[in-house]
């Protein structure tokens, strides 16, 4: 591949929540978005994690377990911190592979340190696929 794809062309407006919203907060976000994940920001948009349906679910089975009120816990103790991003300049292929290498299936872009897009699985094809049919 000669020509180089840049994350930017293709990347989308994440969805998001707040960081300080309950679990089922954004449990409510994820089926309303139809996602299995959304980005997690802090007040000036810089992410802070990513929280998945998984994250969810164990969180809202853990309390029933331990007699808490299902969903009350705060996103921010339930979310993964440590999170791999991009930059919005980087190379569609490299960043795929790099998905691949870590099982992500998406991907948040960040430019000067805050949250500018997110780039998954699906954009990536379609980048791949404008590039065949170019």
């Known amino acids: ?14 969805v998001s929540v707040q960081q300080d919203v309950t679990v089922s907060e954004a449990a409510q976000v994820i089926l309303k ?30 309390a029933v377990y331990n007699g808490n009120t299902p ?4 996103v921010q103790h339930v979310m993964t911190k440590d999170v791999e991003v991009n930059h919005p300049d980087e190379d569609i292929i490299t960043v795929a592979a790099t998905m691949l290498d870590h099982k992500h299936r998406r991907r948040p872009i960040v430019e000067n340190g ?4 997110q780039i998954t699985c699906r954009q990536l094809l379609r980048a791949i696929k404008d590039f065949g049919d170019a």
């Open 114 to 117: 805050k949250l500018v897009g």
């Open 33 to 62: 978005s139809k996602l299995s994940g959304v980005v997690v920001v802090d007040d000036d948009q810089h992410l802070v994690g990513m929280l998945s349906e998984l994250d969810c679910l164990k969180a809202i089975v853990s």
């Open 71 to 74: 969903g009350a816990e705060i």
């Open 1 to 14: 591949m000669s020509k180089s794809i840049k994350v930017r062309e293709y990347m989308r407006k994440p």
